[in-house]
């Protein structure tokens, strides 16, 4: 190739990178004016309108503090009931699942041997009374003045021993009337305690031995929850059981409603267990109602103490960041703002004590944070309360201020 189309080749090379050069330059500049660089502008949120929020006022109240646990009914006494004599069961008195009361009688065994047996001492007592008034005659004969001189005196020895002697066997024949009556009385099963009867073991009919279970009582008024507690908790409960009676409340399972209240804080076990860290504590429930079954698994609600005039939120205003716990404050200008807020103890399911942060009176937003920032515009809106729709006006002022943007743009 000539010298003459080198030259030709690198003006025509110069020219092409002059022209592209230009064109990238009006691009950029036609960016920025363009439709995109003003719709960003219009996404501006200080640009942006209200946004809709719950907000609720923060309130001072008296908030207790609860300690709570998984606890187990328990029957305050729970015996079987069984025979001290053996014999043949006559009869049940009692009916499956009925409240007895101390003493009722629950079932009658076979009293006739033992009645014969209690029958034979008091026949031989009968007898050796007789040989007793007897043998008393003869030594007061013959000890007698005018008789003593004619008796040997190992005669009169041996009839003050007979006196003595006789006088023992009556009393023996006392005492094996006295065990043949108590005997005679186990014919009698009574209830030692009063409680609820459950289901029988045997029937009327049966022959039974001593020991032989027939029924189960089990006391339910009154009765024991017991349920165990972290350790960490032990000073918190000492104190409250060093400050007087301890309130407890039983509830179902799921927290739903409360089964009885009135319960006392009973004991707290002497020692903590070393495999677990908690303690064993123990209420005591009048139950009148019959609320509380033996078996029975509730939670268990004891009141340690009460915060006077704690702030309260709702639990869902408590956000969590980086920097830990925070609100938002709806000022009085409509704008909200951030504030560092520590959240205490639970009060109900669905609120909590704020301990640092807070003063009581604040406008905080409960619903519709997510959509915020500091400085935001909101139109705060009660619980429950849903944004009015927009109006006409209002649809037509956003369309004529979204086609503007577009407009200032230009063509690209």
Known sequence: ??????????????????????????????????????????????????????VIDAVRQ????????????????????????????????????????????????????????????????RQNQAQLATARSNYQRSNSAEYRQYVAKTDLDTQRNQVAQFESAVAANEASMRAAQVQLQYTRVTAPISGI????????????????????????????VVFNLPERQ???????????????AALDRNDAHVLTDGGKLDVVDNQIS????????????DNEDNSLWPGQFVNVRMQLRTIAGGVVIPTQAVMRGPDGEYVYIVKPD?????????????????????????????????????????????????????????TEA?????QQQGGGGRRGGGPR
């Not at 009581?360 to 915020?372: A, C, D, P, Y």
């Open 1 to 54: 190739m000539s010298r003459f189309w080198k030259i030709v080749l690198l003006v025509v090379a110069v020219l092409v990178v002059a022209v592209v050069g230009m064109r990238l330059m009006g691009g950029k500049k036609g960016d920025a004016g363009g439709p995109a660089a003003e719709g960003r502008q219009g996404g501006d949120p200080a640009n942006a309108g209200p946004v809709p929020v719950t």
């Open 62 to 125: 008296d908030v207790p503090v609860y300690a709570s646990a998984l606890g187990t009914v328990a029957a305050m006494n729970t015996v079987t009931v069984s025979p001290q004599v053996g014999g043949q069961l006559i009869s049940l008195n009692f009916k499956e699942g009925q409240e007895v009361k101390k003493g009722d009688l629950l079932a009658q065994i076979d009293p006739r041997t033992l009645q014969a047996s209690y029958d034979e001492a008091a026949a031989a007592k």
């Open 197 to 224: 009867a459950g289901i029988r073991a045997v029937d009327a009919g049966n022959i039974v031995s001593a020991g032989t279970a027939l029924v189960t009582l089990t006391q339910i008024h009154p009765i024991h």
């Open 234 to 248: 032990l000073p918190a409960v000492r104190q409250a059981q060093a400050a007087g009676p301890v309130d407890i």
């Open 274 to 285: 070393s495999d677990s860290g908690t303690f064993r504590a123990r209420a005591l429930f």
């Open 334 to 390: 409509s704008t909200v703002a951030m504030q560092t807020v520590k959240s205490g103890v639970e009060v109900g399911d669905s609120q909590v004590q704020i301990t640092e942060g807070l003063k009581g009176g604040e406008r905080v937003v409960s619903e519709g944070q997510f959509r915020l920032k500091p400085g935001a515009k909101v139109t705060a809106l009660k619980p429950g309360e849903t944004p009015a729709a927009p």
């Open 394 to 398: 209002e649809l037509k002022a956003a």
